[in-house]
């Protein structure tokens, strides 16, 4: 058999093999719980029910259109709507409602389906939309080929990050498609539609703070104008829903939710810094302590991008990647789900998926950047064997791919800007 035909047949035997773990994984974690009755709900303990995050978006939906809207915040009355759809079974703590006033107001219409049909259709278009944004964007960038392509979109839909994304009926892979097409509007100088795009991210506002302050630093403020008005129609729309007081006071009400004693199952299984700090500090000092890394991580950010905002372009990748991991790591609220906005910091930089290939890469930083995210899949199924204590080594996982990123762009190897 010729060379090449021999390592075209290993290489597609290496692919279908992933597919295949792929489905297997969506087909366990994914599809079984429905078929035997686990869908939106299941038991986590002897006598305690537990709900996917995609039940209470709905019911957040629904409690919008309710005689209850102007309550959707208040912990005990959305119990009721929740109960209602999965009797018998019921769930009566370790839960809350504390969604941003724009995602509110798209559920209020998301809901108007069956709670069941409407989470199909919902995986289906958000997996579908974000594989969609990392494909052009990785077509754009050009660096890796069809091949390395689908290997790249394989590995990180079957990533556990991911698979929990779709199991809880997350935001996540929606918000990988608006990151992707804002990149790629942005590369094409389309400041309107981009910023429409960047307005769709602040449905979780956490992780497009980054990207606004370095709009803003290259004065793109069409784009910020535009963004702005997204926001506010978004919040205009949201305020006919449940009223004007729950969204102007939304951060104030977001961060008494996060801090409630009851409404805590999870306090240690947040991806950020929060994790570690929650796992050593108090809950207020822990909320408090990450509020301040956070912001003074953006500051530095942005300092650090206006002084050096005349090699911003040639540079952009790099900087929308330091962007996106900053997000990830010092973010007040970040879960597992959402670890696997990752890949659109790989997606912007990666120049090699083979090991001959990243073993050729300089400088080093740039090498261990690339085998950082070569087992960056594994990495989430060997985590998620250690329990949801130890999310937080997300944050130290990413942490090193931002003292990487920062010493490669330190280094002074530039990156081609290619435009339409």
């Not at 429409?196 to 290259?218: D, M």
């Not at 952009?316 to 962007?323: D, G, L, R, V």
Request: contains cysteine; proline residues 5%; charged residues 10%.
């Amino acid at each position: 058999m010729p060379p090449d035909k021999k390592t075209n047949l290993i290489k597609f035997g290496f692919l279908c093999a992933l597919v295949c773990w792929q489905l297997n994984t969506i087909s366990v974690y994914v599809v079984e719980p429905f078929l035997q009755g686990n869908g939106l709900s299941w038991k986590r303990a002897a006598d305690e029910y537990f709900g996917s995050d995609f039940l209470h978006y709905y019911v957040s939906g629904v409690m919008a259109r309710s005689v209850d809207h102007l309550r959707i915040y208040d912990v005990p009355v959305h119990f009721p709507y929740i109960n209602s759809l999965i009797s018998p079974r019921v769930i009566s703590k370790n839960s809350c409602i504390n969604f941003s006033p724009p995602m509110i107001a798209i559920m209020s219409v998301v809901s108007l389906i069956p709670p069941v049909p409407a989470y199909i259709v919902w995986t289906i278009a958000s997996f579908s939309f974000g594989v969609a944004g990392l494909i052009l964007l990785l077509k754009r960038i050009g660096h890796l080929s069809n091949y390395q392509i689908a290997i790249f979109i394989v590995a990180t839909s079957a990533s556990l990050s991911s698979i929990t994304a779709m199991r809880m009926g997350q935001w996540t892979w929606w918000l990988i498609g608006f990151f992707c097409i804002f990149f790629l509007l942005s590369l094409q100088k389309k400041q309107i539609l981009s910023g429409i795009f960047l307005g769709l991210l602040t449905v979780k506002p956490q992780y497009c703070l980054p990207l606004l302050i370095l709009t803003g630093i290259e004065k793109h403020w069409l784009t910020l104008a535009v963004a702005g008005i997204t926001v506010a129609l978004l919040c205009a729309w949201a305020t006919g829903l449940i009223g004007l007081d729950n969204v102007v006071h939304y951060p104030q009400i977001v961060s008494a939710l996060s801090a409630h004693p009851d409404l805590q199952a999870d306090i240690l299984s947040h991806c950020s810094l929060r994790g570690f700090f929650s796992s050593v500090l108090p809950i207020n000092a822990a909320i408090a302590t990450t509020s301040i890394f956070y912001f003074a991580a953006l500051t530095g950010f942005a300092l650090q991008c206006f002084l050096h905002r005349t090699a911003i372009k040639e540079k952009i990748y790099w900087i929308w990647a330091i962007a996106i991991l900053i997000a990830l790591i010092f973010s007040p609220l970040m879960f597992q789900y959402d670890a696997a906005l990752v890949c659109v910091a790989a997606a912007l930089t990666l120049k090699a998926l083979s090991p001959a290939q990243i073993n050729k890469l300089q400088p080093l930083s740039l090498r261990i950047w690339h085998w950082i995210f070569f087992f960056y899949p594994f990495f989430t199924w060997a985590r998620g064997l250690l329990g949801n204590e130890l999310n937080y080594l997300y944050a130290f996982v990413n942490l090193s791919l931002l003292l990487c990123a920062l010493l490669y762009l330190k280094s002074g190897q530039k990156q081609p800007i290619q435009t339409f």
